[in-house]
């Protein structure tokens, strides 16, 4: 009889269990387990453990290397993923510089950002699927590899057609990479200690977020706006070698496509956005022929109402209607799109403001980033492995939320063509207090009470909500602030090129005022995630 030996683990390091028994929750299996039994091996008088080998749909113990070190995995997952989310708002820091350079008019700058998050958000829910079919590995080295790829097309584009083309296969690279990234953290994680990684997952988000805009200012100013796209090349290759190096090849399954869902759910996603993004450009009008926006808009209504009944029918949905039964995922998809939402819309007025109407560069705007991503960086990791244990996420992101809202409405205070613009850096700080405190709550209450059978699709409809919010935060910023232009009496494809000194006159009263009047759109966004995370229980997070 042969037998096994099992080595003994320091449950002070980082290094992943090998006992299987110990992990048997982390088994997305449902099943009674295998009986364990003791077999002596008549040589040695040794005893060990035998069990029968798991089956195909379970990630155990057998399945990780020997000397597995989950962090590692952790720190090669979250190069990635701050990497993708620092290009959902890298650019709005150069939108001026890039409607100037390629000629271009706002709306099509804005869809340089629009059709990036789209980009990411149409294909993700199918992205999850593809990683339980291929492997989760396979799927994000893939992903990341297109990331780089498009990367490289965007810093060598010279109109901006290309460019927005480009940041559309971008953003598909990075639908590929999101759904990984946490689907690998539950599996390498026991419940116990896999708070803390979702929290850092959660905290990257937020971080990313901010940060962007400051890490664009700085390259726009030093090299150009082409350099905010170049630089995802280096830190791609860097990502593919860890990515290959430490993270597991974990065990995958056959799983059906569910075919139909994916289009009724990209047309439905493509056809609303597009119509948020052009109504003003067509005078919400014809765009050809009988098609004119309101249709396009309804059309793309209908199609994800479709989606909603036909994924209570599926077979395989993408999006299992039944993970909404749970109150806090449900209460925590809702919150995070409307997060997305608000964040993407925001950077849009503050950093147009900045550079247009006060004439700073992009590296001196990127300052007015510094408190929020400084303090971000500094409470978030805080925040999501103490704060939120102690207090409850509920009371935790009800204070981000509120203090959010109060941020934006602060800065409005600064708005104006002649004021000190050097005091809009104090809202920047509670800003800064406001984003530590909604990300890791959120993330670990959709996470929190969901079975292991349903991480992948909980993870996957969690950042396609995300994403989503994202995309409608800047086609509808583009539609607010073109029409708070024209309000003002300013032509939006003139007045949103950032001119050597800033705007001078009643143009610049105008612009300042029109700009101060988009910031109501995210504070009051930011006012209802406050009320819905009042709602949550509580429990996402907590130690058990």
């Known amino acids: 009889m042969t037998t096994t030996q099992q080595t003994p683990i320091d449950p002070t390091s980082d290094q992943a269990p090998t006992d299987l028994g110990s992990r048997r929750t982390l088994a997305n299996d449902t099943s009674p387990k295998a009986p364990t039994t003791a077999d002596t091996d008549s040589a ?19 399945d990780l290397p020997a000397g597995f070190r989950p962090w590692r995995a952790v720190v090669a997952l979250l190069i990635g993923f701050f990497m993708l989310m620092l290009d959902t708002t890298i650019v709005s820091v150069a939108n001026p510089s890039i409607q100037s350079s390629l000629n271009a008019s706002l709306t099509a700058t804005i869809w340089v ?4 998050l789209l980009g990411l958000a149409t294909p993700m829910l199918i992205a999850g699927r593809l990683g339980d079919r291929f492997g989760q ?143 003003v450009g067509y005078d919400w009008g014809s765009i050809w022929g009988p098609i004119s926006v309101p249709v396009v808009i309804g059309l793309g209504l209908v199609a994800l109402v479709a989606f909603v009944l036909q994924q209570s029918r599926a077979r395989h949905p993408l999006v299992p209607l039944r993970l909404f039964r749970d109150r806090d995922f449900a209460l925590a998809n809702s919150a995070i799109f409307l997060v997305g939402l608000a964040i993407s819309g925001m950077m849009l007025p503050l950093l147009y403001f900045i550079q247009v109407d006060r004439g700073m560069s992009p590296m001196l705007s990127a300052l007015f980033q510094m408190p929020s ?82 991480a992948g699709a909980g993870a996957g409809t969690y950042n396609t909500m995300r994403q989503i919010g994202s995309t409608v935060g800047a086609a509808a910023m583009s539609t607010v602030m073109n029409l708070r232009l024209l309000g003002r009496g300013l032509d939006p494809d003139q007045a949103g090129a950032a001119q050597p000194g800033g705007l001078t006159g009643a143009g610049a009263e105008g612009y300042a005022s029109a700009m101060a009047d988009c910031l109501w759109l995210p504070a009051l966004v930011f006012m209802v995630v406050a009320g819905l995370s009042a709602c949550l229980t509580g429990q996402g997070g907590r130690r058990r």
């Open 44 to 62: 040695g008088g040794r005893t060990a453990p035998t069990t029968n080998p798991p089956s195909p749909t379970t990630t155990a113990d057998a």
């Open 113 to 116: 950002t629009s059709a990036y």
């Open 137 to 279: 590995k396979t799927i994000f080295m893939i992903g990341m590899a297109i990331f780089a790829a498009a990367s490289l097309a965007c810093g060598l584009t010279g109109n901006i057609a290309s460019l927005i083309a480009a940041r559309a296969v971008q953003g598909i690279g990075g639908a590929l990479m999101t759904p990984q990234t946490q689907a690998i953290i539950v599996k390498i994680f026991p419940p116990e200690r896999r708070g803390a990684a979702m929290g850092l997952w959660g905290s990257v988000a937020g971080i990313a977020t901010l940060v962007g805009p400051m890490i664009g200012g700085l390259l726009v100013q030093t090299i150009g706006w082409q350099a905010i796209f170049l630089i995802n090349l280096p830190v791609g290759v860097v990502g593919l070698i860890l990515a290959a190096r430490f993270l597991p090849r974990l065990p995958h399954q056959h799983a059906d496509f569910d075919w139909l869902g994916v289009l009724l759910s990209g047309l439905g996603i493509f056809a609303l956005i597009f119509g948020l993004q052009e109504g």
């Open 373 to 454: 991503a400084i303090i971000g960086a500094i409470l978030a990791p805080l925040v999501g492995a103490r704060v939120v244990a102690r207090l409850g996420a509920n009371k935790v992101a009800l204070f981000g939320g509120l203090l959010m809202a109060g941020s934006l409405l602060w800065y409005m205070l600064y708005f104006t063509a002649d004021g000190n613009i050097w005091w809009a850096l104090l809202p920047g700080v509670t800003l800064g207090v406001g984003n530590a405190c909604i990300w890791s709550p959120l993330s670990l209450s959709a996470t929190q009470n969901l079975p292991l059978a349903d």
